[in-house]
């Protein structure tokens, strides 16, 4: 019998991280695909965003989670769990031991025994909740089921005529915009419940425990940002009249067909490799919209608690996603990504900003606005609506001139790019990448408006594109900061500093961030063959660092110098692309050999499966790409960059049709996004 795609997948792929080393720092979320609600077993909540571990043996409660990464933490989260006996609310002595090797953890479902409570449960998620199924021994004391939230306000009613437990919580990790954000829930019961037990954690916080009348139940939930009405209109759509199983069968169903819309065939590591990647790759970014009673999609904008017409999509970083999720996407979800952008200019007509990194509230961390290569990539490949497409232009270009206010962060010292064709390492940190990322901008508005007819738009923003040469010394051959009199840093160049001019990185990850005009890059070390001496040198270097403007090590560099392949931080987005810089002038087998050995050696399936952080999908996009043997080089335009397959076979398959990517890419160095699709969509 043939397996199934879902059966190579392992959501546990990268959750054997900590703070100081990344190999994916990713949860085990049982979910749909761009959820609105995902869950996972909290394991240890002493380790904060480290709340989940696979050598654990305790398990603390099942967390109804929206983190995105443990670098920006989690919002609107809280557990609950079935118990025995009493409610017992604090962690440290409510949990009970599991068998690791025991638990079923997929995509569509969680399955645990909880030793102690001699208690097993399955659970299968909804777009807002979750159908859970419980059984309790015999022998063990009276069922409980409770709800935990965190030490954040909270309110809970429980209805013992209706059998629900209805309420909110205001749980969010870092500071937020404001501390009166809510997540609403219910929990619906199949059975009697009463006895009504309360635990309050401090003055801000009350956790509830229930008996249940019977030992085997099953318990339904649905969440909202709207409202408690709504989270019961979101309980009844989702689950109304079906079962445990059919909503497990549906869960499955969805990622089975997603999973099934790249098939290739491979050794078993490369097959549970690349499917564990294909599930990284569509959990985020979430829905961040529901529907109201008349039908109308609504969402809440975070910072003002105002709800407003539209979708929205959240829990997104552009720095990272840009370069390989939305490409992929547009590969094998062309007809949902209008909609995902859609949300992404609601969310700008909301706050007057585009979103750097939207967790729900801006985040505001890492240089640029990358989203603008999502949307001229999405443009550029007829992906969007004419209007949407529009609204996207008049976007990119406001955002280009918006001078930041408070937490309205745009670009970085506006004024003084715009007048001296870069930005000032005295007056902006990471100075060299906020410069590149404003010119690779500026050629993502150019290819959007050239695509939309707007000549004078695009003439404008092709000319500030190359705004990147400002900052080239060609006297060390490196990308440095400049201050607003046009001169470099007096002090001694250090190629491996990180830091100061430079994001997670030094020159070395940092200086050929140019993907719209590698071309141009190479002049400015004298052609062709002197730029992919530079590029030789980089991978033949020491992985050397510097603390540099960090003051102290961060784990992107102990991640570098583990991986040891020179100074290509492979662990880090700013080096994704450079293993396909020599198959970008020409050298297909040169990249080839350098990106399977990176492919095969520094990525699996397995709990330590990433070389650094799986941000977003972003380095499991990486791998797919590897093995299908294309990558985009430069999101905002059409085409990608052929290496060859490191798989036996490779196809994408939509709309009930086929196309053999080894056929398609055979003999190219670079193939259109036309090509692929031709025949495939629209």
């Known amino acids: 019998m043939n397996k199934k795609y879902l059966d190579y ?21 049982t979910c749909l695909p761009h959820a609105h609600a995902m869950f996972a077993p909290q394991t240890n ?66 399955k645990l025994k909880l030793l102690r409570y001699r208690t097993e449960f399955s659970l299968a998620p909804t777009m807002s909740g979750a159908v859970m199924k419980v059984c309790v021994a015999d022998s063990a004391d009276r069922p409980v089921f409770s709800v ?43 059975c009697g419940i009463g006895g009504e037990m309360r635990d309050r954690g401090c003055q801000k916080t009350e956790s ?73 790759a569509f959990v985020f970014p979430n829905r961040f919209y529901e529907t109201d009673a008349c039908g109308k999609n609504i969402h809440i904008d975070p910072e003002t608690l105002t709800v407003k017409d539209g979708v929205a999509y959240t829990n997104n970083g552009f720095w990272d996603t840009y370069r390989t999720v939305y490409p992929f996407y547009s590969l094998v979800i ?45 443009v550029v490949k007829g992906l969007l609506s004419e209007k949407n497409a529009r609204r996207a232009l008049h976007a990119m270009v406001a955002n280009s001139k918006f001078i930041s206010e408070g937490r309205k962060i745009a670009r970085k010292c506006v004024p003084e790019y715009e007048k001296l064709g870069y930005v000032p390492y005295t007056l902006c940190k990471e100075s060299v990448n906020e410069t590149l990322d404003s010119a690779y901008g500026d050629f993502c508005i150019f290819a959007t408006a050239a695509a939309l ?26 990308m440095r900061g400049k201050d607003e009199n046009g001169c470099f840093r007096e002090e001694k160049f250090d190629s491996f500093m990180w830091g100061r001019d430079y994001t997670e990185g030094s020159a070395w990850q940092n200086g050929f961030a140019v993907p719209h005009d590698y071309a141009g890059l190479a002049e400015l070390y004298g052609g062709k063959e002197e730029f992919l001496n530079k590029i030789d040198e980089l991978f033949a270097a020491e992985p050397l660092y510097a603390i540099g403007g960090y003051g102290g090590e961060i784990h992107e560099m102990t991640e570098m110098a583990a991986a040891d392949l020179g100074q290509c931080a492979i662990s880090n987005q700013p080096s994704f692309h450079i293993p396909f810089l020599y198959a970008e002038f020409g050298d297909k087998e040169k990249s080839r050999k350098i990106v399977k050995h990176i492919a095969l050696n520094y990525f699996s399936s397995a709990d330590d499966g990433f070389p650094g952080d799986e941000d977003n999908g972003t380095t499991a996009c990486w791998y797919i790409f590897a093995v299908l043997g294309f990558y985009p080089m430069c999101p905002g335009k059409d085409e990608f960059t052929v290496t060859g397959c490191l798989a036996d076979s490779a196809e994408i398959c939509l709309n009930g049709k086929t196309v053999n990517l080894i056929e398609k890419t055979s003999g190219k160095y670079k193939i259109k996004y036309s090509e692929i699709m031709e025949g495939l969509y629209r």
Request: proline fraction near 5%.
């Open 453 to 478: 007819g707007e000549k004078e738009i695009a003439e404008t923003y092709l000319k500030s594109s190359r705004n990147y040469k400002n900052l080239f010394d060609s006297s060390v051959g490196f």
């Open 9 to 29: 997948v392992n959501i546990k792929q990268g959750t054997d991280s900590q703070a100081r080393f990344s190999n994916g720092n990713t949860l085990p979320l």
């Open 45 to 110: 909540n002493y380790r904060g965003a480290w709340f989940y571990h696979p050598a654990d043996r305790s398990f603390e409660g099942i967390r109804l989670t929206h983190q995105a990464s443990p670098w920006v933490n989690d919002f609107s989260y809280f557990c609950f769990m079935p118990q025995t006996g009493r409610l017992i609310a604090d962690y440290n002595a409510r949990w009970s031991g599991f068998r690791p090797q025991d638990a079923v953890l997929t995509p569509y479902c969680m």
């Open 148 to 190: 935990l939230p965190f030490d954040f306000h909270s309110e809970i009613k429980v209805n013992e005529r209706e059998r629900t437990i209805t309420g909110y919580t205001t749980s969010y990790t870092n500071a937020p915009y404001r501390d009166d954000f809510k997540i609403y829930f219910v929990f619906a019961f199949d």
């Open 334 to 378: 062309p007809e949902k990504l209008n909609e995902i952008i859609e949300g992404f200019l609601n969310l700008y007509d909301d706050r007057g900003v585009l979103p750097r990194w939207p967790t729900p509230s801006e985040f505001n961390c890492m240089p640029g606005t990358l989203i603008e290569a999502v949307f001229a990539d999405a």
């Open 208 to 280: 509830v425990g229930v008996y249940l009348d019977s030992r085997r139940y099953t318990v339904r939930i649905a969440t909202s940002y709207i409202s408690e009405e709504q989270a019961m209109l979101n309980l009844r759509r989702e689950t109304e009249g079906k079962t445990y199983e059919e909503i497990e069968s549906l869960a499955a169903s969805a990622w089975e067909e997603l999973l099934s819309r790249v098939k290739i065939r491979a050794d078993e590591q490369v097959m549970r490799t690349f499917y564990s990647c294909m599930y990284r």
